[in-house]
Structures are given as C-alpha cells and as structure tokens.
C-alpha cells in the first residue's frame, strides 16, 4: 500500500470511528461502525497511535467575496454546524470558514451550491412572475431569497451534530480567534414572495459530493 493510499485508509478508519452515539447516531449504528473500524484496524494493522498522528490541525479559509443578495451571509453560520466549521465574517464581510481542512472543503462547497440553487430558484420564479404579468423588482426578489435561505436553514438546523457548540469552541480555541457578535438586522419583505422561497427551499439538497473525498486542497 503506498503512503498516499495508507494516509486514506487511516482517514477513513477515523471517520468510521468519528459515528458515535454523541454525534447523533443510533447505539445500533455505533456499534456497526466500532465492529468495521476494529476489522479495518485489524487488516491493515492500524494502531491508535497511528490514527492520533494523522489527525487534522485547524485553519481558516476566505470563501470568494461575490455575495449576490448576501445568500452566502445568510446561510453560513448553520452550514457551519453541519460540517463541523466555524463560519464568520471578516472585517471586510467575507465569509470565513475555521475548523480542519476536509471539513471546511466540504463547507465551502455547500456554501457555493447552497448559493447557486437559491439563485437558479430565483431566476425560474423571476420567469414565472414575468410570463403572468407581474413584475421583478429588487423587493420581490429579496424577498423570495429571504424566504429560500430561511427555509434551507430550518433543514440545515435538524441535521447538524448535537455536539456542534462544543466543536466550534474547540476550533475557536485551537486557532486562538477573537470573535465579535454582531446583530443581524430584520429585513421588511413581500410575504407572497417570500412565500414562494419558502417553498424553493424546501427541495434544497445538502449531499456530500461522492467525488470529494477530500482529494480537492485549498488554495
């Protein structure tokens, strides 16, 4: 087995040990992802000192700073939950993400397709609204993204681990980061519009891509 291929294995190994009942699954599911990691370990002769020395260090990365109706603003926060990061904004309102290097792979991809399918879900009910005669304007657009991304961020809410708060204040910790809140304003908004986001986002997706294992690096 060659290194590269050794570095996956042990990755894998953890990530199978990583499905414990703290982090939301069944004492069944557990069990079965204990028994395969042991039959792994086994096999491939795997020590839990190995398995110490591949652990990821936490760092930051900036997301792309095109925001488009502030989307990614909007649903950064709980996509960091679910994928185990800490999102925040930078001084200059760009979304960050801190936490390991699979992880915040994983964060900054959802992110963008999270973004991409509230904008391909505003410009189809854009045509609609055209093709029967009403009008688009900034209001009734804002609004139906305010609607998507508050929907999409009530799935994200019932799927992130239980022990998110306790992984974020590791991270905040490990990288030393000195957070500000800041409060978010409550927006005026056309309510069939919104409405209609609303129900967009109700068919949002949050799948792990089967090609990113995470063999992309960040730049």
């Known amino acids: ?23 939301g699954c069944t004492e069944g599911e557990a069990m079965a992802a204990l028994a395969k990691a042991r039959e792994l370990m086994a096999t491939y002769e795997i020590d839990e000192k190995e398995l110490q020395d591949v652990a990821e260090k936490a760092q930051i990365h900036r997301t792309e700073a095109r925001d488009p109706y502030e989307i990614k603003s909007g649903l950064s926060v709980n996509v960091g939950r679910f ?84 992984t974020q204040a590791l991270i905040v910790k490990e990288l030393n980061m000195s957070l500000v809140k800041s409060r978010s304003r409550g927006k005026d908004v056309h309510q069939g519009s919104a409405m209609a986001g609303h129900r967009a ?3 949002a997706r949050f799948d792990k891509p089967v090609s990113q294992g995470g063999n992309k690096l960040l730049k």
């Open 201 to 203: 986002g109700a068919n």
């Open 83 to 166: 994928t185990s990061c800490k999102a925040f904004r930078d001084k200059e309102g760009v979304i960050n993400f801190g936490g390991k290097e699979s992880d915040i792979i994983f964060a900054t991809w959802l992110l963008d397709t999270l973004q991409r399918y509230v904008m391909r879900s505003l410009r189809d009910f854009q045509k609609k609204r055209a093709k029967e005669g009403e009008g688009n304007s900034n209001y009734t657009s804002a609004s139906f993204v305010v609607g998507c991304t508050a929907r999409i961020n009530e799935k994200l809410k019932e799927l992130v681990p239980i022990n998110w708060a306790t």
């Open 1 to 23: 087995m060659t290194s590269n291929a050794r570095k996956k294995m042990l990755e894998r190994v953890k990530a199978i040990l990583a499905k414990t009942m703290d982090n």
